[in-house]
């Protein structure tokens, strides 16, 4: 490949991202991904709250929680895509680990040696909670995804 190729391929990739509004920088991600996380922690830890205030478990919440953080990806964004919406179904994912964790400190504290463990433990009960959080964890994760492809 001589000079006047990789020139001329690199304006051709430079007009792709100028003209396509699917594209995202990495300035883009960090607030996509920031905004999502920031929405993430913070209906996790009001589920938390309200499933320990209510002592009720809202698993239908599960997929409101989807739809809000879809929501949120894709008006950062301003872009529907595949990548958006794989991004959406992991931060709902983020958002039910944080509820679990918020749970298990708002009823016995927090300790930062511990703070792997509760990860784990959050994410093991997710399967071993019941079928039915399951089913609407996954539903949750299906409706992020299709709202923000």
């Known amino acids: 490949m001589n000079w ?5 391929r690199k304006e051709a990739q430079d007009f792709f991202r100028q003209n396509n509004d699917m594209f995202l920088s990495p300035q883009e991600w ?3 991904i920031g905004a999502g996380l920031l929405g993430a922690l913070l209906l996790g830890v009001v589920l938390a709250a309200l499933t320990i205030g209510t002592r009720w478990s809202f698993s ?8 809000a ?7 950062v964004s301003g872009v529907h895509s ?8 992991i ?5 039910f ?7 298990t400190v708002l009823v016995f504290g927090f300790s930062p040696s511990l703070l792997i463990p509760m990860i784990i433990s959050a994410f093991q009960s997710l399967f071993t ?14 409706s992020a995804y299709q709202q923000a492809s």
């Open 129 to 142: 909670s019941g079928i039915l959080e399951l089913i609407f964890v996954v539903m949750g994760i299906f």
């Open 60 to 67: 239908i919440l599960y997929i409101v929680i989807g739809l």
């Open 82 to 89: 595949k990548q958006m919406g794989i991004a959406s179904g």
């Open 97 to 103: 680990i944080v509820c679990h964790i918020s749970m």
């Open 30 to 32: 960090v607030k996509v």
């Open 91 to 95: 931060l709902t994912l983020i958002s």
């Open 4 to 8: 006047q190729e990789y020139k001329e």
């Open 69 to 75: 953080i879809a929501n949120i990806v894709t008006s």
